[in-house]
Structure formats: structure tokens, C-alpha cells
């Protein structure tokens, strides 16, 4: 007999030709970034991951938007993504208008954007998908108190939305179909100055923080015409709320502002907090409607919050750089005349510690406002393909 036919060579796996059922069970644990590099191993490894978009991974992301007149910029966003080491990606052309123009809110992977024109629009900058919005028709006057705050709200099957915009002491909106911006009776004196609105998409109620009243409005967005829902009356969260265990001096300057947010439950949030020579203390409270006062809460499980999208998220248990019963936050968010990236960051509500932007993120590119956002908690199974990315500056790991 010969040896070649009792010995035959081994048989070299073809990774290809793995059942479609055991990539798919594969691929449904994967991290978002590590489930678009199987999509381009193979054809069959790209069909079988089709249907697959994780369904808990939701993953706080950081969007950095582009300078201005940047050189050699091709007016695209870079991404950071804290679940691995090569983790800085850049989003395809946007466009010169999305270089000039300013983001007011955002929701899921949905960016509301205000430009040169003074009007507002839509944009996805991972699928490329852009809603147009009315004309805003804006006076010098409208602009020059400069209308940074606004809510926004798609709905990831039917793209219906809402914008809520404060403008002075009074809240225009619109929706899919309105085809004009409607205005709601003064929110409050002239002399105030809204602060904060956010948006509860589990029960469509808007919530506005005026400056000097620790008061908080809502307003029900259920129905068709928006009705004044009664609000939230003074929490007061002073400074002393900050002290135990914190390492503010009271000497010394520092900043203090109360915000608003809402849970995965619905409830409402207050928080508070200070810095101190960019170090930062965050208290949380739970606001109660019956005996409207607030709880504290030292653990949010599960949840983190994103504080610049105004509410919290269920966060992947099993993902590296992914923390839970933290805070996601962009000082740019609150106060844009601040450029510093040190204000950028997730705070640790556990052992109350501050984790920086990594300084290769800083030094590897010059951006005008960042972001957190949660972009797979709204996108459906059928647009997950439709997201590649133009570059990847994987290369740009801090090694």
C-alpha cells in the first residue's frame, strides 16, 4: 500500500465553510467594532452576521466633531470606542455644511445640528441619512442669545421625530409631518434663562430647568398638541451634599451647577456637581412625585449615565472599558466656551475617580465640540450594515 494513501495530509480548516447557525451564535457576543471586522473576513461570515446586532452591548461612545477650516480635513467625525485597543475611528465626508455647523442634541446615533444659515436639521454621521427640518425663519435677535439648547427624539423604525427648541423664554417644536415650527404660550419670565431640557422617550415628557428657579417644567409630548404637565418643584442639592468623601476646598473657586436626567425606568434624576481644578465630585438623587423630595442614590447597577444625552442606559456586563454605575460626561455639553479635552471623561460613582480621555486620543486629532452618545441603542438590524467606516486609526493606540 502506498504511504501517501495510508497517511493522508491533514485537512487545513476552512473557516469559511463554518455552519451559518455557530457564526451566528458567535457573533451575537461580539463587541460592535469586533463584529465589523468579521464582516469583512469572508462573503459567509458577512451574511451570517447580517441579522446579528448586539443586543445588550449598548456602548457609550465619544463623537469628536472637526475643527473649522481644519487643514487637510475631508469634514468627517472621529469616533473614540472604549471596548479595545484600537478603538479611534474616522466617519465618512459629511460634508462642508456639517463643518460649520454646531450640534445642539443628539439621540442614539442621530445628531441635531444648527448651521451658518441659522436653520436646524438631522443627520445620522454613521449611516449618512440627513432630515431636513423647517425653515426657522430666526431674527438677529433669536441668534445673537445664541440657542444652544434643544431635545431631540427618532424613532429608529419609522424616522418620526421631534424637536423641542428653547428660544428666549418660550419652546417652539416640530415633528415628521408638521412641516412649519409650532410655539408654546412663555415658559417662564423673560428675565430667566432655560438652563437644561431633555427629553423621556419612555413617556415622550419634556423636562426644562430654567437658571435662577430650581423649579422643573414638563411637558407631555404624548399627543398631538404638547400640554403643560406640571412640574417639579425646588430640590435643593447645596455644596454640603458634596463634601463627605469629596475633596473640594471651600476656599477656593469652583464650579457647582445642579442638572436633570432620566433613568431607564423613567424617573427623574437630579444631579449635582462640582470641580475644583478639573478635579470633578457628581452626587445622583432620585426625585420621588409623591413626597417630592429625592433619594440618594449611590449605585446605578446596571445603568451608566450618559450625561450628555440627559438619561441612562443598560451598559454590557462583559465588554473591557465599558463601566458601569458611572457617569459619561463632556464639559463641552454645558459650557461651550470651553475647549479643555481634560473635561472630558467617565466618573466612577463607586469609588468616586475620574477616567481621563486618553492622551493618545487628545494628541491624535483637533476637535472643535465632543460628545458621548449611545449610537446601537436605536439602530435597527437592516441600517447595522450600512455603517462602514472611511479610516481606521487603529494604528493610534497609545503603543
Not at 71 to 94: A, E
Not at 154 to 174: A, G
Not at 296 to 303: A, F, K, S, T
Not at 319 to 329: A, D, L
Request: aromatic share 14%; net charge neutral.
Amino acid at each position: 500500500m502506498d504511504q501517501s494513501e495510508s497517511n493522508p495530509p491533514p485537512v487545513t480548516p476552512m473557516w469559511s465553510e463554518l455552519y451559518p447557525d455557530l457564526l451566528r451564535s458567535v457573533f451575537q457576543r461580539l463587541s460592535f467594532t469586533n463584529l465589523k471586522r468579521a464582516k469583512s473576513v469572508c462573503r459567509s461570515w458577512n451574511s451570517a452576521s447580517r441579522s446579528c446586532v448586539p443586543k445588550r452591548n449598548q456602548i457609550p461612545w465619544l463623537i469628536l466633531f472637526p475643527q473649522q477650516n481644519q487643514t487637510n480635513s475631508n469634514n468627517s467625525c472621529v469616533l473614540f470606542v472604549p471596548d479595545g485597543k484600537d478603538n479611534l475611528y474616522k466617519t465618512r465626508d459629511l460634508g462642508a455644511e456639517f463643518t460649520r455647523s454646531c450640534c445642539l442634541a443628539s439621540y442614539g446615533s442621530w445628531l441635531l445640528m444648527f448651521d451658518q444659515s441659522w436653520n436646524l436639521y438631522i443627520v445620522n454621521p454613521l449611516t449618512l441619512e440627513i432630515i431636513d427640518l423647517p425653515h426657522s425663519s430666526l431674527s438677529k435677535e433669536d441668534i445673537t442669545r445664541q440657542p444652544w439648547l434643544a431635545c431631540l427624539w427618532v424613532d429608529k423604525i419609522t424616522k418620526n421625530y421631534l424637536v423641542v427648541w428653547i428660544l428666549h423664554d418660550r419652546m417652539v417644536y416640530t415633528r415628521k409631518g408638521d412641516g412649519r415650527w409650532r410655539r408654546t404660550t412663555s415658559l417662564f419670565p423673560a428675565a430667566r434663562v432655560a438652563q437644561q431640557i431633555i427629553h423621556n422617550s419612555k413617556d415622550h415628557k419634556v423636562y426644562i430647568a430654567p437658571d435662577i428657579s430650581l423649579r422643573v417644567f414638563v411637558w407631555d409630548f404624548s399627543d398631538d398638541i404638547p400640554r403643560q404637565n406640571g412640574y417639579i418643584l425646588p430640590f435643593y442639592v447645596g455644596r454640603d451634599a458634596l463634601v463627605d468623601g469629596g475633596t473640594i476646598d471651600w476656599g477656593r473657586g469652583y464650579y457647582f451647577r445642579r442638572m436633570i436626567a432620566t433613568s431607564v425606568s423613567g424617573q427623574v434624576l437630579l444631579v449635582a456637581c462640582m470641580e475644583q481644578d478639573s478635579i470633578w465630585e457628581f452626587r445622583i438623587y432620585a426625585y420621588d412625585p409623591l413626597t417630592k423630595t429625592g433619594e440618594r442614590v449611590n449605585d446605578l447597577g446596571d445603568e451608566a449615565l450618559i450625561l450628555d444625552m440627559g438619561f441612562t442606559v443598560v451598559v454590557a456586563k462583559d465588554i473591557p472599558g465599558i463601566k458601569r454605575n458611572s457617569i459619561y460626561f463632556s464639559y463641552f455639553n454645558i459650557d461651550h466656551q470651553s475647549k479643555d479635552p481634560e473635561h472630558i471623561f467617565v466618573y466612577d460613582l463607586h469609588t468616586r475617580t475620574t477616567e481621563r480621555l486618553p492622551q493618545w486620543v487628545v494628541s491624535s486629532v483637533g476637535f472643535s465640540d465632543a460628545r458621548w452618545f449611545c449610537w446601537n441603542l436605536f439602530l435597527t438590524n437592516d441600517k447595522a450594515d450600512t455603517f462602514e467606516f472611511s479610516g481606521d486609526f487603529s494604528d493610534q493606540n497609545g503603543s
